[in-house]
């Protein structure tokens, strides 16, 4: 039997219906398959839901698009636990199936990889500590990147980046993104940083709307450890994935490195990710 947890975007068309689909062929073929508690109320199916953790799963099904993947990562927290995406929305960077496919692909998971002709597909994660104080006060992972920003009064912050430990320089800017790969085509690209490979382990350190003549991304070894200080009293946020983590004030530190875990995304294939790329962008052939 395949423990199936189901997270689900709450606005796509048709996705009570899949979810529907998804739980009946699971009961119908020896499988156990839920609904995250929240998604289940939110769309009307509280029968489905169920309080196990998603590290209870063998198997997270994420239905509606990247941030819904992105959801699903966070609840597994650096879980090993297979995730599995269906594109419900927009061309995506990190679902593998259509909704008219999901059924046969939860199937051929089922089979084990050898059979069923799947791999797993590791991603980088970042792990990113708050310290206050001499303390750790937070932490957080990250598949994309996380963002110590100018706060509410809309000021530019100055933030100090040391790596290992060693100052390296200080910024004047709307913010600083500590990126993954992974996320080298989210808010590190809007920001002018480069596009690297997901199959790469690195740290991208990106200046946002800097006030200075330096405004590059450094590319760093995944060994490298990057800590961000707040130097000013204007008020700073820290943003995990796009996420309001918290705020934060002067002195205190943000330290980034690549975690000891990683995200283990379904694929049936060699992963697209070049040819995603392309059709993103609108690029032609040749």
């Given at each position: 039997m395949t423990a199936i947890a189901i997270c689900a975007h709450h606005e796509r068309p048709g996705i009570v219906e899949l979810i529907d689909d998804?739980?009946?062929?699971?009961?119908?073929?020896?499988?156990?398959?839920?609904?995250?508690?929240?998604?289940?109320s939110?769309?009307?199916?509280?029968?489905?839901?169920?309080?196990?953790?998603?590290?209870?799963?063998?198997?997270?099904?994420?239905?509606?698009?990247?941030?819904?993947?992105?959801?699903?990562?966070?609840?597994?927290?650096?879980?090993?636990?297979?995730?599995?995406?269906?594109?419900?929305?927009?061309?995506?960077?990190?679902?593998?199936?259509?909704?008219?496919g999901l059924i046969e692909a939860i199937g051929r998971f089922t089979q084990g990889p050898a059979t069923g002709g799947w791999h797993l597909d590791e991603r980088m994660l970042l792990c990113v500590e708050l310290w206050r104080g001499g303390e750790q006060v937070?932490?957080?992972?990250?598949?994309?990147?996380?963002?110590?920003?100018k706060g509410a009064?809309?000021?530019t912050v100055r933030l100090l980046a040391r790596i290992d430990g060693e100052p390296f320089t200080s910024y004047a800017a709307d913010g600083l993104i500590v990126a993954t790969p992974t996320g080298s085509t989210a808010y590190s690209l809007s920001a002018r940083g480069p596009i690297v490979s997901p199959r790469h382990r690195a740290l991208l350190l990106t200046p946002v709307a800097p006030h200075m003549m330096f405004d590059r991304t450094l590319v760093l070894d995944p060994s490298e450890?990057?800590?961000l200080e707040v130097l000013d009293q204007?008020?700073?946020?820290?943003?995990?994935?796009?996420?309001?983590?918290?705020v934060i004030a002067e002195g205190d530190l943000v330290r980034c490195r690549a975690a000891a875990e990683t995200a283990s995304f379904v694929r049936f294939a060699d992963y697209r990710y070049h040819q995603i790329l392309k059709s993103k962008f609108g690029l032609m052939d040749r």
């Open positions: 998804i739980v009946e062929w699971a009961g119908a073929n020896g499988h156990d398959a839920w609904l995250v508690p929240d998604d289940a939110v769309l009307g199916r509280a029968a489905l839901a169920d309080e196990r953790p998603l590290t209870a799963a063998d198997l997270v099904v994420a239905l509606g698009g990247d941030g819904t993947m992105l959801r699903a990562v966070h609840l597994l927290d650096g879980a090993p636990t297979p995730l599995l995406g269906a594109n419900l929305g927009h061309l995506g960077y990190l679902t593998e199936v259509e909704p008219d937070g932490e957080w992972r990250a598949l994309n990147e996380a963002v110590v920003q009064d809309a000021h450890e990057v800590e204007h008020r700073a946020e820290i943003a995990v994935d796009g996420a309001l983590a918290v």
